[in-house]
Structures are given as C-alpha cells and as structure tokens.
C-alpha cells in the first residue's frame, strides 16, 4: 500500500500526494484531483503530460487519498473514486507483452459504478485510450467509455437540433455560425464530464458505447465530477472553469436591435419614440456595417457625426448603447496592413490568405495571440471607449469561415484543428480582461458562440443567425437548457428569428408573438433579425453602402401586436427583482438560469424528457407555444412542487399534465409552491 506524499512506486504507478502516475508500454496516464468530488485525467505518448489551461483553473486543495494494492490503485477524493487497474501480459499475437491500465469512475458514497472505460472486447483487443500518432508529432486521441444504461445525457453547448436527451446523438466538436460546441455533459447517472480538448473532433453517445475524439491533439485530457444532484454537479463545474461575473443592471431589461440602424439620427429616434411611448429599455445595439471598411473598428463619420453625444444623450435615457465589433480585416481596411505585418491575422494553409468574403475579401483576428487580444482592445478603446460606449457585440466569434476547412488555417497556438475550438473564449477575453483594467467591474458582452469557460469572461451568448419559423423556435428551448448545462448561464435568442421574417406578414407577426413571450423568461430579452422589406443605403456622394433590413421596433409590427408586445416588456420590469436573484445564484453558485425541469426535479423521471418547457430560475416554469395556430397546450408539472397558473391563480399539484389555454395574447407560466404571488393575473 502506498499513502499519500510517500512517492513510493509498484510495479506500474507512481504516487505523489494524490497524483496517481501509470506507464506502460510508452503511454503516461496521470489522474489527480482537481477540485472538490472530481479528478483530471490526462494520457500521452512518450514524454510528460502537458500542463494545459484551456479551460479549467488552478484547483482547489481537496483531502484526497491514494491506496495501491497490488496491481490496483484507488483514488478517492469526496463523492468520488476512481480505479485503476493495471494489467500485463504476453500476447501471443505479435510476441511481446502488452500493458494496459483499465480505469472506472464510481459514486464513493452510494458505491456504485458510475461509468468505466470500455472494455478489451477479448479477442477483440480494443483499446479504450487510442492514442494514434500522425507523423511529425501530433496525435489522434479516442476516448471510449462503456455504455451507461438508462442514462440520459444533457448539455455540449447549443447544436440546431430539438433533441433533449443527447443519448443516441453523433456531435462535432466544432463551431459554426449558430453551432456552439461547449464539451461538457451531465449525466443523469450522477456525473458530469468535461473533454478538455479545444481540438476539432467528434462526440458519440452510442448504445454501445460513448467515444470522444480530437483529430489533432498532443494529448487525452477530460475532468469528470461526481454529485447527487444537477445543481451539485453545475456548482463543481463553474468552480472548476469560473463562474460568470456579476450580471449589470442594463442586462435584466429589454434590449433593442436590428439589422442595421445606418445612421445616428435613426438609432436615436428609436429610441426617443420607444421612451415617448413609456416603454422600457436597457440597451440599444449599433450593428456591423456602421464602419467605414470591416476592420477600421470605428464609426463612419458621414452617417455617426457625434457619438459621444449619442451616448451621452441615450444615457440620459436611461439606456446603454452596444456596437459590434466582428474579428476579421477587409484587404482594404486601414488596419489590415499593420495586423498583417505584425503576424496578428488568422494564416490559411492552403491558397489565398483570405477567409470570408462577405462585404470583400477579409481575414480573421488571431485571438489566441495574445498580441492581437490586446492590439484589439487599444483600438476599441481609443475608437470607441472614448465615446463612453462600454458594452460590445462580438459577431463571427466562431469564426464563421466562408469554408468550414478547419484544417486549413493557423493559428498562434496552433493549427485551427488542434486549438480552434478556444477561439470564442479568448474572443470574449480579449474584451473582458481590457475593460476590467480599465475599471469596469460588471461586465457582458454578447458573443456569438462559446467554449468551456467562456462564462468567466462575461459572455452573453446568443444562438445565431437561426431562421424565422416556428420550428427554430422550439429548438431555442432545448439549445438554452443544454447551454446551462454546459456552463453558460447568459444565453439569448434573436426574437421572430434573424432570417428573413416579413413584419408585414400576419403569419409571422404570430411567430414574433410567441418568440417574444418565450424571450419574456430568457436570461436576456432581446430583439433583432434580417427583416424583410431590404432598405438600400447610400452615401452622400452615391457610393453603396450595406443594406438595412426592414423595421424591427415594437410599434413596426400593427397595433394589437404592439399591445402584446408592449404588455411583455413591462412584465419584463416586473420580473426585475427575481431575474436580478437569478442571475445571483448563476454568479455566486454557478446555477443555469434557463434549467430544464430535472434540474430542480431530478427524482421525478418525466423531466428528464419534457423538453418543450423549461424554468425559468428556480421558481418559474415556462410553456410557450411552439406551433402555429395554436390556442391551447398540454403542460407536466413537475411532482413535489404545487403550482399556481400565474395568468388566474388557479393551483394543481405537481406529478401531473394538464391542458391548459394559450390565446396568441397569453403564455404559460406556473409558479411553485405559492411564490411570486404579486404576478398573479399580471400574465395575460
């Protein structure tokens, strides 16, 4: 037996403290703990492992223990054991011996297996770490685990698809425009797994077994957890990869957009009619195009004269303006020169350096220089911090490649294949870690895409540009409950849907209604899309500039929408209190906002599968309407909870489904056990 701290070794493991060393036949395994009820687990060929921090920080000191008996070593560190078992032998085959470490995770205080490495299959001769090398140094690494059964399995970030349960799915680890690939899953076994691998890969949760792969990697590296609970496992989570900061004031209310108000007097008569009308608001967004060239990072002076009086003007009104920044220089851009000589763009493998196309020829800022990160902030900091503008919008923050190639390009940490999946991260933390030295403490940004730990940096992240149609509305509940799970407690949507919605059209004023009664219980209430009919724009000397997608504003939409919509938004001042606690709880105990029902309810087993409804907090279930055309729904209440319809005061006991009436004016929304009783009848 070996005790912690002894470095005494046995035929195959190491010890040092709680760190638990196997090698054989060329290959590390190193398992130590890394926070409380969780262990990190890394394995290489040929020389050390690698002290990587893509994601996880610096762990906390746990009371681990480490006991070796015989060819068997048990690591235990709270709820958590894992075991690693050493096996050798000669292997007739091909007439050398073979070694081998088989390791299983189990629930120390239920003593029960949580899940396990898969197995040699006998004659089969699999290899549960495949750890396959392409030649010039790199390797391809495939995790496979033994099938869990009857687990369900939650989160990985936000894919376009209405699947709830993730048992059965094939996932890229990868980013695209509204593809968010953020590796951590729960299960409902009662563990939770992080692949801490930013390599372009794929996840499979197969029924014969779960299999991980990073296609270009220099090692295997994952954390698993162990808890009793979701909240449990969410809260070792946030403390393993942080916790999002302190969400703003101007974060819980509504926030106006669309694409594009082109031009200061039209931003600032939005908003003066929004606030005539005595409609509340928090932010107003700038959008893209409101440069000169993409890359110049600054207002076109022609169409924004006088920006600091902009933002001094919508201050005075009590709102905060946002402007977008995207992470890519045209050829023509001012900049492009500089960020070219000075090595801080994206590089392409193969053909012409250029790597999006839309509005001309451009290349990708390479965030994971930290050159760039920090030549970027300067910039916006003397174009647009000067002004007082303090909130941003990070667009293209996968980036969004005109060709998804991910192996042609490089970055500074390393070909996109191998590091490309960290770019969102470090895009939001180029702007976070510059405005908290600059003295702004609460900061959110909204950010187009995200990756484990992205939450630390005050990322808001919204689903992308989805289109306009009852069926991505429904896959924006289950994509925001699996971005909870994954750690992203800020998540929005685009209300109505970005493409090409015509606020003319009665059927999608229908959508626009129900979009916005879901947004009502969203982390961020916010407006924005592509809405049709196009306005074209024109400098003064007739040059063309980007296009303007049609009006987008409460009023655009005919008077009995207007009423709706405008009902909705002062709710949303309402529910300031709770979603201000909310958001507390997502900073202080790393808790989702936006939670599927088995968050709360782990032991009632329907909802693990109720996947068109959500909580909104903890106290708050939401069903929206999800089809068109539709006057009524069935909603489950959730067993050990009495709820109370907020639309009439009427209760039911939980552990049931009920029908329940949902007009185009009204939206589902249960309170539990007798809470927020001054909402009462304030629903419609």
């Not at 977008?324 to 492009?336: A, G, K, L, T």
């Not at 702004?440 to 992205?454: E, I, K």
């Not at 906002?593 to 409804?613: A, T």
């Not at 001054?678 to 419609?684: A, E, H, P, S, T």
Request: aromatic content about 10%; some cysteine.
């Amino acid at each position: 037996m070996t005790g912690p701290g002894t470095g005494e070794a046995t035929s195959a493991f190491t010890v040092d403290g709680a760190r638990v060393v196997w090698r054989g036949g060329g290959e590390v395994l190193v398992v130590e703990p890394w926070g409380a009820d969780s262990v990190r687990v890394r394995a290489t060929l040929k020389r050390d492992v690698e002290d990587t921090d893509w994601a996880l920080l610096p762990p906390d000191a746990t009371p681990a223990t480490v006991s070796v008996r015989g060819e068997t070593a048990t690591l235990v560190n709270g709820r958590l054991r894992v075991v690693l078992e050493h096996t050798e032998n000669l292997q007739e085959v091909v007439g050398h011996r073979v070694f081998r470490c088989e390791v299983s995770f189990w629930d120390h205080v239920e003593d029960r297996l949580l899940f396990r490495e898969l197995g040699t299959g006998g004659s089969l001769n699999l290899r549960a770490r495949a750890l396959r090398p392409h030649l010039g140094g790199d390797l391809e690494v495939t995790a496979s685990f033994e099938p869990v059964p009857g687990e369900k399995l939650y989160g990985m970030g936000q894919y376009q698809q209405h699947v709830l349960d993730l048992k059965g799915c094939t996932l890229e680890l990868a980013h695209r425009n509204s593809q968010a690939s953020v590796p951590f899953l729960l299960s409902s076994a009662g563990y939770g797994f992080l692949w801490h691998d930013p390599a372009i890969g794929r996840a499979t949760f197969a029924t014969n077994r779960t299999e991980w792969v990073a296609g270009h990697t220099r090692q295997l590296d994952y954390w698993v957890t162990a808890g009793p609970t979701p909240a449990r496992i969410a809260s070792a989570y946030a403390r393993a990869t942080g916790h999002a900061p302190p969400m703003p004031e101007h974060g819980l209310g509504f926030w106006q957009c669309k694409l594009r108000y082109w031009n200061q007097g039209q931003l600032l008569d939005v908003v003066r009619e929004h606030k005539r009308r005595g409609l509340p608001m928090d932010v107003v967004v700038a959008d893209f195009f409101h440069w000169p060239r993409m890359g110049d990072l600054r207002f076109e002076d022609e169409f924004w004269p006088d920006p600091t009086a902009m933002v001094r003007e919508l201050r005075e009104l009590g709102v905060e303006l946002m402007v977008s920044v995207w992470p890519q220089v045209s050829v023509e851009s001012e900049n492009y020169a500089e960020f070219a000589r000075d090595g801080l763009l994206v590089r392409s493998e193969r053909g012409i350096d250029v790597q999006m196309a839309f509005e001309g020829p451009s290349a990708f800022l390479d965030m994971t220089d930290p050159r760039t990160r920090e030549r970027l902030w300067q910039t916006c900091r003397r174009t647009y911090g000067r002004h007082g503008i303090r909130l941003f919008w990070l667009d293209e923050a996968e980036p969004e490649y005109g060709v998804y190639d991910f192996d042609n390009y490089r970055y500074h940490l390393g070909p996109n294949a191998q590091v490309g999946n960290i770019y969102p991260q470090l895009f939001s933390r180029a702007f976070f870690d510059g405005q908290r030295a600059d003295g702004h403490d609460a900061v959110v940004n909204l950010v187009r895409c995200a990756w484990a730990g992205s939450q630390r940096y005050g990322a808001l992240v919204w689903s992308g540009d989805i289109s306009s149609t009852f069926d991505d509305l429904r896959r924006q509940i289950t994509a925001g409950v699996h971005m909870g799970v994954a750690g992203i407690p800020w998540f929005t949507t685009d209300i109505g849907g970005f493409h090409r919605g015509d606020g003319r059209d009665p059927a999608f004023r229908e959508l626009l209604v129900r979009w916005f009664q879901f947004a009502t219980f969203c982390p961020v209430m916010r407006l924005h899309g592509d809405r049709l009919p196009y306005e074209e724009v024109r400098a003064a000397d007739g040059s063309r500039r980007l296009r303007s997608g049609g009006p987008n504003e409460l009023w655009s939409f005919g008077e009995e929408v207007f009423e709706v919509l405008a009902d909705l938004v002062h709710l949303r001042e309402t529910l300031r209190p709770y979603t201000r606690a909310v958001m507390d709880e997502a900073h202080t105990h790393g808790q989702p906002v936006m939670r599927g029902l088995f968050h709360e309810f782990p032991d009632d087993g329907r909802c693990w599968d109720v996947d068109d409804q959500y909580l909104f907090g903890p106290d708050l279930l939401v069903a929206p309407v999800l089809a068109a055309g539709a006057t009524s729904r069935e909603v489950y209440l959730p067993t050990g909870a009495r709820w109370t319809d907020l639309r009439d005061g009427r209760t039911y006991d939980g552990g049931q489904q009920v029908q329940v009436p949902a007009p185009l004016t009204s939206v589902p929304v249960f309170a539990r056990d007798g809470s927020h009783g001054d909402l009462v009848g304030r629903l419609r």
